[in-house]
């Protein structure tokens, strides 16, 4: 632990993990094996909930996180919940995590987002800078999310996302190629995709037509699962006649 470090009563904190100076690690959190926190990090203050009455939340991180200086992340808002991270996250200058938020593995928050309360990460997403979330919103597997954007619904998995207001670009296939998804895989969340949002059906005729053409595929049944849960809407594809590639539906952007 550095000088001028601030870590409360209540915390854990794993082996080799490594807390910078003027980092406040306080409240009901416990942290996992070497991570590393950077200067000035607030870890485990409480929500900003004005329900909040000062009942024992937690945060709970995993293994291995970069977590860059000046980070906020706070404790969940009601009694016994948690606000988690998992393993392997990169957390950039200034990204603020909110109340009850669940991130996944792998992820990256580019600096200076904004997770608002009760906001979902899942795996290997990408979240670019400056970026707010509003609360209760998903973002999914492998997806990415622009930088500047406003994320008002939530962002299917596999996806590009940008724009204002937002809109699915096509998929993230540059970051798909890095973990090592195959063509095969790629063409059928292509082609799951053309019928999503680009096939002229609404979301339950096109989840319909998913399940019953392409249902066994795993990926495809990830995406259509994905969907079916979501509370707060799909962001919609962009139109057709904006996209430069035309019936491509925008993978090239």
Same mark, same amino acid.
């Given at each position: 632990m550095s000088p001028f470090a601030v870590v409360g009563e209540n915390v854990q904190v794993g082996s080799g993990t490594e807390i910078g100076p003027h980092a406040v690690i306080e409240g009901w959190t416990v942290i996992g094996k070497d991570c590393r926190i950077g200067i000035g990090a607030v870890i485990g203050a409480p929500p900003q909930d004005t329900r909040y009455a000062g009942a024992k939340t937690l945060v709970v991180i995993g293994d291995r996180n970069t977590i860059r200086?000046?980070?906020?992340?706070?404790?969940?808002?009601? *009694?016994?919940? @948690?606000?988690?991270?998992?393993?392997? =996250?990169?957390?950039? %200058?200034? &990204?603020?995590?909110?109340? !009850?938020?669940?991130?996944?593995?792998?992820?990256?928050?580019?600096?200076?987002?904004?997770?608002?309360?009760?906001?979902?990460v899942e795996d290997f997403a990408v979240i670019g800078g400056i970026t707010p979330?509003?609360?209760?919103?998903?973002?999914?597997?492998y997806a990415m999310v622009g930088g500047a954007c406003r994320v008002r619904m939530d962002v299917v998995p596999f996806a590009m996302a940008t724009g204002e207001p937002m809109r699915i670009f096509g998929?993230?296939?540059?970051?798909?190629?890095?973990?090592?998804?195959?063509?095969?895989?790629?063409?059928?969340?292509?082609? *799951?995709?053309? @019928?999503?949002?680009?096939?002229?059906? =609404?979301?339950?005729? %096109?989840? &319909?037509?998913?399940?019953? !053409?392409?249902?066994?595929?795993?990926?495809?049944?990830?995406?259509?699962?994905?969907?079916?849960?979501?509370?707060?809407?799909?962001?919609?594809g962009v139109r057709l006649e904006e996209v430069r590639s035309g019936e491509e539906g925008g993978e090239e952007a």
């Open positions: 200086e000046y980070v906020t992340i706070h404790r969940a808002a009601e *009694a016994d919940h @948690v606000t988690r991270l998992g393993n392997d =996250n990169f957390i950039m %200058a200034y &990204a603020h995590v909110a109340h !009850d938020c669940v991130i996944g593995d792998g992820v990256t928050i580019v600096n200076s987002v904004g997770l608002s309360g009760h906001v979902e979330v509003h609360q209760f919103v998903r973002i999914g597997a998929l993230n296939r540059v970051g798909l190629r890095r973990r090592g998804f195959s063509r095969d895989r790629m063409k059928a969340l292509k082609d *799951a995709f053309r @019928v999503l949002f680009w096939s002229g059906l =609404n979301t339950s005729d %096109a989840v &319909a037509r998913l399940k019953a !053409d392409m249902g066994t595929n795993p990926d495809v049944a990830r995406l259509v699962k994905f969907v079916e849960l979501s509370r707060r809407g799909v962001t919609p």
